[in-house]
């Protein structure tokens, strides 16, 4: 087969539609958009954008799946369902696995280990939660002394709207809809227009499973004007759900006001890490790396700001970087790749930026700063160099503003409170990791530290049932255990008179 032939086939096997009543559709809009590798710059398939048509048909989908059998189905059998939900991804994981790295260009060595299998953990954990999570009851005296019982009863909101990011997808898309469908909602997805693959496939596996048509539903597209803001702009929707950007969660905050809509935000962050002397110097480094580089500094929770008591700093500041240059940057599928690409040229143009404007604020760039040299036929991708600065103002734009790439600044303090001063010194508040052997010192900081989640002695480690969310401008609400089940339920009191 000729090679054009091979790839208009390829363009075929790669197209991304919407999923709408269980069916895969084109755009009523007629209009799609690229999909591209980030490794390779290259085109890899098609996305077809819903039109306001497609969200209109989503959403009454998802309104009629309500009023269907879906609707009558016990916590049980709903649990059920969301377990061979989870066992469907896990039967293809191979498949979620190539999707997920051919959007983002992450190594599958990270894939494999937290994208595909806590997506599916999702489904599970939340199918556990709706079955175990009790409810109130009181009983209360009336006037005539027979008193009343009130019992609380979580009834599902709805259609839930949910619009995710690009950093994880799956991950961060099945967050939401695993609690969503425990608590017996029905859901319309607007992915990432940058990562729409794994969401799509999704629609495959609840067909699979026998999920009823509606439940679940897929439009593909960008933010303005297009099926993000129809679908929040829905009056159909009756709450949304939401991972990105402040300004974003901002602009979807307003849409949902009307109607006063439910929303759950989840948004950036400038996260701290602080590394106290009495640390234990090879554990903060260890952690330190996986929070300044994992997926390519592109984690909501990655650290960007260092600070790093004086005694120690020189010492840190040289081995962080020993370790951060050892990154092999490459393909996903190489044995070997610890870090990819950032998510598109775009994002590249992004970072770079900033890297410029580290230099025009004075920075002394300890590593990187730059475009890595990558073979030939990576020329195209999307790659930055992992990057480390000291020496910067607190008030430099480059310590105040999320950058979400591999980078961080590093500066030093001298004492505690001016430790936790600087960590609070920002707009936002998601998480913030402390690095200190001295327990009672790990207990008196980590509580005035403004943010959502603080970890002493470790980064990312997540049991999904605590709450998570950020304070200030990181977010509204929290989920996670019986905090998605507050979100993803209305909770009725009924007053019973004896
Ligand atoms: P983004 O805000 O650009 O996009 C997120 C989603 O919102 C995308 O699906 C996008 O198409 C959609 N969108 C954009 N404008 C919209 C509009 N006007 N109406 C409706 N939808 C709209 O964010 P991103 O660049 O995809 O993700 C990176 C950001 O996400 C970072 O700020 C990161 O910190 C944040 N994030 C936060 C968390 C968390 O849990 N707090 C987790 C991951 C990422």
């Known amino acids: 087969m000729a090679l054009a032939e091979q790839q208009a086939e390829d363009m075929v096997m790669k197209e991304v539609k919407n999923f709408i009543g269980g069916e895969y559709r084109g755009s009523s809009a007629e209009r799609s958009f690229d999909n591209i590798d980030p490794c390779t710059g290259q085109l ?5 954008e819903a039109g306001r048509e497609d969200v209109d048909a989503a959403v009454s989908a998802a309104r009629d799946a309500l009023d269907g059998p879906w609707g009558r189905m016990t916590d049980a059998d709903r649990s059920e369902l969301l377990y061979a939900i989870a066992d469907g991804v896990d039967k293809r994981f191979d498949e979620f696995l190539e999707a997920e790295c051919l959007d983002t260009g992450k190594p599958h060595s990270i894939a494999s280990h937290i994208d595909i299998p806590r997506g599916a953990a999702n489904f599970r954990i939340f199918a556990d939660a709706v079955k175990n999570v009790s ?5 209360m005296p009336t006037p005539d002394g027979n008193g009343a019982f009130n019992i609380a009863v979580r009834k599902p909101k709805g259609v839930i709207g949910v619009i995710s990011p690009w950093n994880l997808p799956l991950l961060l898309m099945t967050w939401k809809v695993g609690p969503a469908l425990a608590c ?3 859901v319309v ?14 629609g495959e596996v609840m067909n699979e499973v026998g999920v009823p048509t509606g439940v679940y539903n897929v439009v593909n597209g960008f933010g303005p004007d297009s099926a993000g803001a129809f679908l929040t702009e829905h009056p ?45 110097m090879d554990k903060a480094i260890e952690g330190t790396l996986r929070s300044v580089f994992a997926n390519c500094g592109q984690v909501c929770l990655g650290t960007e700001r260092v600070y790093v008591e004086r005694p120690i700093f020189d010492e840190f500041v040289s081995r962080l970087a020993a370790e951060a240059g ?10 070997g790749t610890n870090m990819g690409p950032v998510v598109s040229h ?6 770079l930026s900033y890297y410029a404007l580290a230099v025009e604020e004075g920075a002394e760039v ?18 930055v160099e992992p990057t480390i600065w000291t020496g910067l103002a607190d008030d430099a734009r480059v310590v105040r503003e999320e950058i979400f790439g591999p980078c961080c600044h590093i500066r030093p303090f001298d004492t505690e409170e001016e430790a936790i001063a600087l960590a609070n010194d920002t707009p936002y508040g998601l998480a913030a990791a402390v690095w200190t052997e001295n327990m009672s010192r790990a207990l008196r900081v980590s509580p005035q530290i403004d943010c959502g989640i603080c970890w002493v002695n470790s980064w990312f480690l997540r049991d999904l049932r605590t709450a998570f969310g950020g304070s200030k401008e990181s977010g509204i609400g929290r989920e996670g255990g019986v905090h998605s089940l507050e979100f993803y339920t209305e909770l009725q009191n009924v007053c019973i008179k004896i």
Not at 44 to 48: A, D, F, N, Q, T
């Open 236 to 280: 159909g929707v009756d709450a949304i759900t939401f991972t990105g950007e402040t300004r974003t969660g901002e602009i979807i905050t307003q849409a949902a006001a009307r109607g006063l809509r439910d929303v759950s935000m989840e948004c950036g962050g400038k996260n701290p890490a602080l590394v106290f002397a009495d640390c234990d």
């Open 326 to 335: 050892k990154f092999t940057l490459g393909l996903p599928q190489e044995a």
């Open 135 to 139: 409810t109130e009851a009181f009983r």
């Open 184 to 186: 017996g909602n029905t």
């Open 346 to 351: 775009e994002h590249q143009q992004k970072v």
């Open 44 to 48: 890899i398939g098609k996305v077809y």
């Open 189 to 202: 997805v607007k992915p990432s227009e940058e990562t729409p693959t794994t969401t799509a496939l999704l």
């Open 366 to 383: 300890v590593l990187g700063g730059g475009v890595p040299d990558m073979p030939a036929e990576l020329a195209g991708g999307a790659w």
